[in-house]
């Protein structure tokens, strides 16, 4: 499960944060997931408490939100929703579309003390 490590990641990064921005304590961690990332929401869920204990994150919320996948069709020039990887233009049916959007995972937001 890659979710675990994705976690550590956020961990370290809520760390560093710690640091720069004079926090000590972060309440509520807001991660906007990808819908085409291959990052299962529910594995985030069910690691974030384990992950986050004995940090400056334990006991925090965990609120993650969806961000759709957008493609622009090579073909036709169009914007396209892409409910998966390797979906077709929804305009003209064409493969040749590169994914703009929806791969990615990052923190959107944070609530400190």
Known sequence: MHELSLLENVREILEQHAVSQQFSKVRQVTLAVGQL???EPEALRFGFDVVMQGSLAEGAELIITELPGVGHC??????????TLYAPCQH?????V???SGTEMKI????VN
Not at 74 to 83: E, I, V
Not at 92 to 96: E, F, G, N, V
């Open 98 to 100: 590169t994914v703009l």
């Open 92 to 96: 003209c049916a064409s493969p040749l």
């Open 74 to 83: 090579n073909q036709c020039q169009q914007q396209t929703d892409l409910p």
């Open 37 to 39: 990332s291959c990052v």
């Open 108 to 111: 959107k937001d944070l609530l």
